[in-house]
């Protein structure tokens, strides 16, 4: 991932997409809205529910963000969600929403496909641009807030583990005017010191 340079986004040309906030998830039907969702890399099918095709809180955030989807409220209306509605709604099941949305609006931004992470926090699988149907994802990226303190020990396993799947990690630290710094992180080892006398170090 490197570079700090933007470009246009390939979801320029996208179609708007309707949808419906349902509890915690956005879902959407349709064949043609659900295969332009998939071959772009948004969403997924909850095999674990009814099978229904939808969209990732931070996904939903983004295209409506983007102004790609029209979310249908609730309680059945005509009107469909503002987008800061739609932000209070997810903080509901979410405290980190705010945090995947800017770093997912980031990556995005940067022409980057981000799918939904392995568990380690606000993590992303994130491809190489034109990798994504293609292969693998190259990289596992992990958001963090400026000033939120991480246990060395917790941090160095989180890493270990995804170098052990064969990703990259990146930590994507949020600075506390929106702007998101990414850094690479290399595996941390440490090795036990063996304990010597203060005394045998300093020469007479």
Same mark, same amino acid.
């Given at each position: 991932? $490197?570079?700090?340079?933007?470009?246009?986004?390939?979801?320029?040309?996208?179609?708007?997409?309707?949808?419906?906030?349902?509890?915690? &998830?956005?879902?959407?039907?349709?064949?043609?809205?659900?295969?332009?969702?998939?071959? &772009?890399?948004? %969403?997924?099918?909850?095999? $674990? $529910?009814?099978?229904?095709?939808?969209?990732? !809180?931070?996904?939903?955030?983004?295209?409506?963000? *983007?102004?790609?989807?029209?979310?249908?409220?609730?309680?059945?209306?005509?009107?469909?969600?503002?987008?800061?509605?739609?932000?209070?709604?997810?903080? /509901?099941?979410?405290?980190?929403?705010? *945090? /995947?949305?800017?770093?997912?609006?980031?990556?995005?931004?940067?022409?980057?496909?981000?799918?939904?992470?392995?568990?380690?926090?606000?993590?992303?699988?994130?491809?190489?641009? %034109?990798?994504?149907?293609?292969?693998?994802?190259?990289?596992?990226?992990?958001?963090?807030?400026?000033?939120?303190?991480?246990?060395?020990?917790?941090?160095?396993? !989180?890493?270990?583990?995804? %170098?052990?799947?064969?990703?990259?990690?990146?930590?994507?630290?949020?600075?506390?005017?929106?702007?998101?710094?990414?850094?690479?992180?290399?595996?941390?080892?440490?090795?036990?010191? /063996?304990?010597?006398?203060?005394?045998?170090?300093?020469?007479?």
């Amino acid at each position: 991932m $490197q570079g700090r340079e933007r470009r246009a986004l390939e979801d320029d040309d996208m179609n708007v997409i309707q949808a419906r906030l349902e509890d915690d &998830r956005v879902v959407v039907d349709g064949r043609d809205a659900v295969e332009e969702l998939r071959r &772009r890399g948004y %969403g997924d099918r909850d095999e $674990q $529910q009814d099978g229904r095709y939808s969209l990732y !809180m931070y996904e939903a955030l983004y295209l409506l963000y *983007t102004k790609k989807v029209r979310i249908s409220k609730k309680d059945g209306s005509d009107a469909d969600l503002e987008f800061d509605e739609l932000v209070g709604e997810a903080l /509901k099941h979410d405290p980190s929403i705010l *945090t /995947k949305f800017i770093i997912y609006r980031d990556l995005r931004s940067r022409g980057y496909v981000a799918r939904e992470g392995f568990g380690f926090g606000n993590d992303f699988r994130v491809y190489e641009r %034109g990798d994504y149907n293609v292969k693998p994802a190259r990289y596992v990226v992990f958001g963090l807030n400026e000033g939120r303190e991480v246990k060395i020990d917790a941090l160095s396993r !989180m890493v270990e583990q995804i %170098g052990n799947m064969g990703k990259e990690p990146i930590v994507a630290v949020i600075e506390r005017r929106g702007e998101v710094i990414y850094y690479k992180v290399e595996r941390m080892r440490f090795v036990e010191l /063996k304990r010597v006398s203060i005394d045998e170090q300093v020469s007479e």
